[in-house]
């Protein structure tokens, strides 16, 4: 009971507090919001398409030739292809190579001959694979056209019909984030690892306002102090956090996946940790040193674990320091929960936080019960 | 009956001996004094007696138990008002006092009326609702009283409950002392204040390099000094005064001004009077009033320990 009394008064304090509202809820929001906005071609995967005009010369006389290609090309004006007819004494290659065009064909009953400009390479190969598709399909319309016409005219009637003369592959098929996204995800875990500050001021700040003086002499236990003010931090810090998160996915809509569970448990149990390291920090720092060791440490772990921008590419030392940074844990497991729709990602993560936590907790209880007052 | 019995209390801190074989009893319904200067071990024999420090070595008993072995038990019936504020300046006044009531077990209505009675008690009834950062000095003081005492203790420990405040809260701690005691509250009072401890308290005991070397009603501790003699001369100016030539005089054992008024301890067989009278006049001093007076507590301190209470 006494346990409660103590952790309710941690929440109800910093609930009022200003420095909470400021540090834990609008400054994360913010960031998310400026970061997201500035860095949004940063996590852009994709390419836009430019104009494509295609000049073209037909010089074929064959009339079931003649009629595909001017249902093709009736075809790929719908898509947002501009088809110019070559004049007669036009140089098609010179005026590609002028940039005037993006690409000219020449249509002959021997076949379709293709050149690309090398000014706008992506839409001279969209044209070149609409131009490949329309040959394949000629092809073997006139190959079914020998024995059964009625399937040509089909093959030829699909192909037009679809518009599809460009098929989508994809290397890796899995969504990944867009800045808001990625920002959310990243200001929210850093807002957790933030309450390495408040976990080192949760006893030393007793010290400081001789609180702890009526704290030691009243009839509870040092355990039960410990117990109350550490279940009380977490739960004040962990509830910023689901603010954060709550605000992320409603007002920036950010994608958190489907496994909200997951998502909010290895948050909790970063928010823990983070107490946990900072209140073991205020015991075996003395003075302001463990204020000032958390404060170095969560600024270094926050840019290391990707807070600022993703650290993917880090070599040597830097990986090391990046990988034990305790956000890039929490920003792995949140990554490959959302993105690829594994919740059991996030257990490595859960117990990694969970042990450390564990023994911070133990070195803290230990120092504690060690110390004559609090 | 005795609420607190110490016997051969001992605190070392590495080699340094803190207090040094204490023995000590405080009476039911005693306002107990004590004294010492900074140092002297006061403030360690109080934490002990709080669970706060552990005794090297010696055993404390309140009402009849060992506080090591009922340490809750103990717990429970100790109030302490620390000399430093030991409030929470983003709580209400109302809010302080319930949470540290409620460590002591206080719950639902009962914890309530606890607390609104002990915001009465300091005059901070109509406060509930503040947060102690809009106190004065005094107030913050009283709220101090205030979370010590809404669980009703059976012994209260004040370490210098009036440091720094005007004397219109000094009046009202004070009295509050005193309306405690009626109620049956028995206090361990320490002050830097000579003239309070001997306004309140029933009993003293003065500490200087962790003992307790003297120990009694005020009466029995001036009785202790029959070769001192105070005396008190008002002056309307001492900025022309050159205390040390007076410390020359025959007789004069220490001298200290204390507002307008030249406080002069003398030894009792030397007749030193007009001595001190005709340098004063040499030194240009304006003199008022002089009194021969019985040693005050404070010489009594003096004489004692060699030093002042506010050394």
Redesign the interface.
Same mark, same amino acid.
């Given at each position: 009971?006494?346990i409660w009394?103590?952790a309710w008064?941690e929440i109800?304090?910093n609930l009022?507090?200003m420095r909470t509202f400021v540090l834990m809820l609008a400054f994360p929001i913010v960031l998310m919001l400026i970061l997201g906005m500035a860095l949004t071609n940063a996590f852009t995967s994709g390419l836009s398409l430019g104009d494509m005009n295609l000049l073209y010369r037909d010089t074929a006389d064959n009339p079931q030739l003649e009629a595909s290609w001017d249902q093709f090309t009736a075809a790929i004006a719908k898509e947002g292809v501009t088809l110019t007819p070559a004049p007669v004494d036009t140089d098609g290659k010179a005026e590609v190579s002028a940039d005037h065009y993006t690409a000219y064909a020449e249509i002959s009953n021997n076949g379709i001959a293709f050149f690309g400009g090398v000014m706008h390479t992506l839409e001279s190969n969209v044209l070149q694979g609409m131009l490949a598709t329309f040959a394949d399909r000629y092809n073997l319309a006139a190959a079914a056209m020998i024995d059964s016409p009625e399937k040509a005219e089909a093959i030829l009637t699909d192909t037009y019909a679809g518009g599809d003369f460009v098929a989508e592959t994809a290397l890796g098929s899995e969504k990944k984030p867009g800045s808001i996204d990625y920002y959310a995800m990243a200001m929210t875990t850093m807002v957790a690892f933030y309450s390495c500050m408040s976990g080192s001021f949760l006893i030393r700040g007793e010290r400081l !306002?001789?609180?702890a003086? !009526?704290?030691?002499?009243?009839?509870?236990s040092k355990g039960t102090i410990f117990a109350g003010k550490v279940i009380g931090c977490t739960a004040i810090n962990f509830l910023c956090v689901a603010a954060v998160f709550l605000f992320s996915k409603f007002v920036f809509k950010a994608d958190w996946g489907d496994h909200y569970a997951a998502v909010l448990l290895v948050l909790l149990t970063e928010v823990l940790l983070a107490v946990s390291i900072g209140l073991g920090c205020s015991y075996l720092f003395m003075e302001d040193g463990g204020r000032l060791v958390v404060l170095i440490f969560t600024q270094i772990a926050s840019f290391l674990g990707g807070a600022y921008f993703p650290v993917d590419d880090a070599t040597n030392f830097m990986k090391i320091a990046r990988d034990i940074s305790p956000m890039r844990w929490a920003n792995q497991a949140l990554t490959q929960i959302i993105y690829g729709h594994d919740w059991l990602a996030a257990m490595p993560a859960i117990g990694l936080n969970t042990a450390v936590a564990a023994a911070f907790l133990a070195i803290t209880a230990i120092l504690m019960r060690r110390r004559?007052?609090l | 009956m005795n609420v607190l019995e110490i016997r051969n209390l001992t605190k070392k801190f590495g080699d340094f001996i803190a207090v040094d074989n204490i023995n000590l009893s405080v009476a039911e319904g005693e306002i107990f004094g004590f004294l010492g200067a900074n140092g002297a071990g006061k403030s360690t024999t109080i934490n002990m007696i709080a669970s706060l420090l552990r005794a090297t070595r010696g055993e404390i008993e309140l009402l009849g138990r060992n506080i090591a072995k009922h340490n809750k038990f103990a717990k429970m019936n100790i109030g302490i008002v620390p000399q430093d504020l030991a409030i929470y300046e983003d709580m209400t006044a109302y809010e302080n006092v319930s949470f540290f009531a409620g460590l002591y077990g206080l719950r639902g209505s009962l914890l309530h009326e606890r607390t609104e009675e002990a915001l009465q008690f300091v005059g901070l009834g109509d406060k509930h609702r503040s947060f102690p950062r809009n106190f004065s000095g005094g107030m913050k003081r009283r709220l101090n009283i205030a979370c010590a005492i809404a669980h009703r203790p059976k012994l209260i420990i004040m370490d210098e409950p009036t440091v720094g405040i005007d004397p219109q809260s000094r009046n009202y701690i004070l009295n509050s002392v005193r309306k405690l005691n009626d109620m049956g509250c028995t206090i361990i009072y320490t002050s830097h204040y000579m003239e309070e401890v001997e306004e309140i308290c029933t009993r003293i005991a003065i500490v200087d390099h962790g003992k307790i070397i003297a120990d009694g009603t005020k009466e029995q501790l001036k009785s202790t000094i029959t070769d001192t003699k105070d005396i008190w001369i008002g002056v309307k100016s001492a900025e022309s005064l050159k205390v040390d030539s007076l410390r020359n005089v025959q007789g004069v054992t220490a001298v200290r001004m204390d507002e307008q008024i030249l406080k002069i301890n003398s030894k009792t067989e030397v007749n030193n009077l007009n001595d001190i009278i005709q340098k004063l006049i040499r030194d240009r001093v304006e003199i008022r009033s002089v009194e021969e007076q019985e040693p005050s507590l404070e010489t009594v301190f003096l004489t004692l320990t060699g030093r002042n209470l506010r050394d």
């Open positions: 009971m006494q009394h103590i008064r109800k304090v009022r507090d !306002r001789n609180t003086i !009526r704290l030691s002499a009243a009839p509870v004559e007052a | -």
